[in-house]
C-alpha cells in the first residue's frame, strides 16, 4: 500500500513564474491538506481539500491555491513566486472529516527554490 | 502569531539519556496534540498523540506527558540511541486536521 506521493522532488523556478505541485493521499484517504515548510521551521498550514472543495485555509494570499480532484488528488498551485516562497511543500492525507481520526500521513515533501 | 510554542531550540544527549521536550499552547479549543519526527530529507512521520481526557501516553520508548490546567505537554525519549536523532515537532489541532506546529526541536544521541 503506497503512502502519499508527491512530485516533483525538487523544482527550481525563477521569481513571477507559476509552478504546480502534486499529491496522491494515501488508499482510503479523501481529505488532503498542504503545508509549507521553510527551513529550519515547523509546516504552517496552507489550506484543506475534501469533497473536491476547500474547506480550510490558513493565513496565505490567494497567490496560493489548489484543486481536489475526483480521485482525491490534488494539486498546490502557487503564482507570482517570490524568493520566500522557496520551501518544502509538505501534503498531508486523512481518512476524512466525517469520520475524524488520529491519522494524518505526510509525504515526502516537494523543495521548491526560487532564484 | 505561533499557537504552540516549543523548547529547546536543540538537545544533545549520550545515548541511554532521556531527551525531554516541552510545548505549550493557548488556544483551550485544541483537543488532539501529536508529536512529529522528521529526518533529513523525508516529510513528518507521526510518533505518538494525546487527547486532554489523558494526562500520559507511553508507545514503546516515547511517553507524552500533559497538563491541562498549564496548557502545556511534553515528549521523553526512553532510553534513546543515535538513531533517534532527528528533528521533532510538537503540533495541536481541532479535530479538522489543521495542525499547529511547533518550530521544532533537534536532537542529537551520541553514541
Known amino acids: 500500500d503506497a503512502g502519499v506521493t508527491q512530485s516533483p522532488t525538487h523544482l527550481i523556478k525563477t521569481r513571477g513564474q507559476q509552478v504546480t505541485l502534486r499529491c496522491s493521499p494515501k488508499s482510503g484517504h479523501d481529505t488532503v491538506s498542504w503545508y509549507q515548510q521553510a527551513l529550519g521551521q515547523g509546516p504552517q498550514f496552507i489550506f484543506q481539500?475534501?469533497?473536491?472543495?476547500?474547506?480550510q485555509r490558513g493565513n496565505f494570499p490567494d497567490r496560493f491555491s489548489g484543486h481536489q480532484f475526483p480521485n482525491y488528488s490534488s494539486e498546490l498551485n502557487v503564482n507570482a513566486l517570490l524568493l520566500g516562497d522557496s520551501a518544502l511543500y509538505l501534503c498531508a492525507s486523512s481518512p476524512g472529516l466525517a469520520g475524524w481520526s488520529d491519522t494524518q500521513y505526510f509525504g515526502p515533501g516537494t523543495r521548491l527554490t526560487v532564484l | 502569531q505561533q499557537q504552540v510554542k516549543q523548547s529547546p531550540q536543540s538537545l544533545i544527549v549520550q545515548k541511554g539519556g532521556i531527551p525531554i521536550i516541552n510545548c505549550a499552547y493557548e488556544n483551550t479549543a485544541f483537543d488532539y496534540f501529536p508529536w512529529y519526527q522528521q529526518f533529513p530529507g523525508k516529510g513528518p512521520a507521526l510518533l505518538i498523540a494525546i487527547r486532554p481526557d489523558v494526562s500520559e501516553k507511553k508507545e514503546g520508548r516515547f511517553t507524552i506527558s500533559f497538563n491541562k490546567s498549564a496548557k502545556q505537554f511534553s515528549l521523553h525519549i526512553m532510553d534513546s540511541q543515535p538513531g533517534d536523532s532527528a528533528t521533532y515537532f510538537c503540533?495541536?489541532?481541532?479535530?479538522?486536521?489543521?495542525?499547529?506546529f511547533g518550530a521544532g526541536t533537534t536532537v542529537t544521541v551520541r553514541a
Open positions: 503540533a495541536a489541532s481541532r479535530r479538522d486536521y489543521k495542525l499547529s
Open positions: 481539500y475534501y469533497e473536491e472543495e476547500e474547506r
